[in-house]
């Protein structure tokens, strides 16, 4: 998962300066329109990447799961039963399997990991949105709400299945 969304990542950044330099040249709307397309998905998949490595370089997922944060609220275990977390999380990829791998850590080293992750995926679900900010060069607001929107709900599903794991986690703990 990790080097499939980094090679996506270059990939996107190379379309978004070859249709940028073709629109340059030509005027084409066209490739206005895919130097954007290309320029989106690459702010999403290289922030991304950003904000895990600068979490991972200031925590080494060894984040204290006791904080108040990451304690669970009274509604979501009714929350995480009308969404029906239990069927489909495992249907969800993981970007450092070994991170979350039981023969490796300890089930408190693997809490800790919930909750950076947690931690990341709430911060890129805010710089999701980010990209709107584009709309006003470039219009098309639709488009970048859109995309901000369906980017964000993206993030707040690996939210969901953090906070849905961890108390299981936690039990294991004890």
């Known amino acids: 998962m990790a080097r499939r969304m980094k090679y996506t990542a270059v990939f996107s950044i190379i379309g978004t300066i070859c249709f940028a330099a073709l629109y340059c040249k030509s005027e084409f709307k066209i490739f206005l329109s895919a130097a954007i397309t ?16 600068i979490y991972d370089t200031l925590f080494h997922n060894r984040i204290d799961y006791h904080k108040s944060w990451f ?22 990829p993981t970007y450092a399997p070994s991170t979350f791998d039981k023969s490796m850590h300890t089930w408190e080293e693997i809490a800790q990991a919930t909750c950076q992750s947690e931690l990341v995926h709430e911060t890129i679900f805010i710089f999701s949105f980010v990209p709107m900010l584009a709309s006003i060069r470039f219009g098309a607001v639709f488009v970048f709400v859109f995309t901000s929107i369906c980017a964000a709900g993206l993030d707040l599903v690996f939210v969901i299945i953090q906070r849905y794991n961890r108390p299981r986690i936690l039990k294991l703990c004890r």
């Open 38 to 53: 290309f320029g989106t998905i690459s702010y999403h998949l290289v922030m991304r990447l950003c904000v895990g490595m």
């Open 71 to 92: 304690q669970s609220r009274r509604f979501e275990k009714n929350l995480y039963k009308a969404l029906n977390v239990k069927h489909w999380k495992s249907f969800m």
